[in-house]
């Protein structure tokens, strides 16, 4: 016998009466037909704290009261060593042998017992206790130190706003990857000169370019419009954009941005023409052409619209 195939192939009442039961189970486990229950190995410095019920629960308002207690003794645990937690996991042990789990995480560590509170409870109602949780186990996964500084109100200019706990709360109940801010980035292309941050983050010292004005609404993607221009720095003097004429009152360019050759090499030669339209009514669009209009590597002199004023 040379692989588990051919082991599986083999009648099973002569395996057993050899090798043991052992072998049986292990191979009914292998293929999904028999459990394993795993142990998670906590590591040693893992901060947490654990109750344990002699009748089970789960009624929410109970499990939000014994979510406070946990929180009140993690949080001693933390200031004892001088750390905050950047993370939480709250775990709920059924009497059914399955566990249920809420995460939460936080922009800046904190071991305060009423903001921690709120964040675990807004998550309750995810819970499902089925016949009843015999134990709670509060985790801190990520810590890290937490020193008072004072702030600047203490020291009597004016105090600056702690929007930590909005961060925190928006956080959790949108997703931390659909809280950011906008912030410039070192690039002339458009979709490029824009990078997403914590909202916590420290300010960037780049600044937008202010020799051409910006859109307020950068579209996720450029949109192909269908356009009646004259070549090769004329601007469109009327343009369909999702099944909508316009026809166009102002134009303002163009404004040439090369690509960035480094990058790739299909943008060794690209050329984009931006241009700003103002159609009749009053709307302001963001648009460009692919190429120079002179040499054809540069572009199929396709339109695109990019994004929108005001």
């Not at 709120?118 to 130190?145: N, Q, S, W, Y």
């Not at 050759?261 to 339209?277: M, S």
Request: hydrophobic share 40%.
């Amino acid at each position: 016998i040379d692989t588990i195939d051919e082991l599986e192939a083999k009648p099973r009442a002569p395996l057993a009466l050899r090798f043991g039961p052992e072998l049986i189970r292990r191979l009914d486990q292998a293929y999904g037909r028999a459990q394993e229950p795993i142990t998670p190995i906590d590591a040693p410095e893992l901060i947490q704290v654990r109750r344990v019920f002699a009748e089970p629960i789960g009624a929410p308002e109970t499990l939000a009261r014994y979510t406070l207690k946990l929180v009140e003794a993690l949080s001693e645990a933390l200031e004892a060593q001088g750390l905050g937690a950047s993370r939480l996991d709250l775990r709920f042990e059924r009497i059914d042998n399955r566990t249920e789990a809420i995460r939460v995480g936080l922009a800046r560590p904190v071991r305060d017992v009423t903001r921690l509170t709120r964040l675990l409870c807004d998550k309750i109602e995810t819970v499902d206790p089925g016949l009843g949780v015999e134990a709670m186990v509060l985790a801190a996964p990520v810590v890290l130190p937490l020193d008072w500084s004072p702030s600047s109100g203490d020291l009597g200019g004016p105090a600056t706003p702690d929007i930590g706990d909005l961060v925190d709360l928006l956080a959790n109940r949108l997703g931390p990857q659909n809280l950011y801010r906008l912030a410039p980035a070192q690039s002339d292309v458009p979709e490029r000169s824009i990078r997403k941050l914590s909202p916590t983050a420290p300010p960037v010292s780049e600044t937008w370019t202010r020799r051409w004005p910006r859109p307020s609404r950068l579209l996720a993607k450029p949109e192909a419009i269908e356009a009646v221009a004259l070549l090769p720095d004329q601007p469109p003097v009327a343009f369909s954009w999702r099944g909508v004429r316009h026809r166009v009152r102002r134009a303002d360019g163009p404004e040439r941005i090369f690509g960035e050759w480094w990058r790739r090499d299909g943008e060794r030669d690209a050329v984009r023409d931006y241009f700003q339209l103002e159609d009749e009514a009053g709307h302001r669009f963001w648009v460009f052409r692919r190429g120079d209009g002179e040499q054809p590597q540069t572009g199929d002199l396709s339109w695109w619209l990019h994004g929108l004023f005001g």
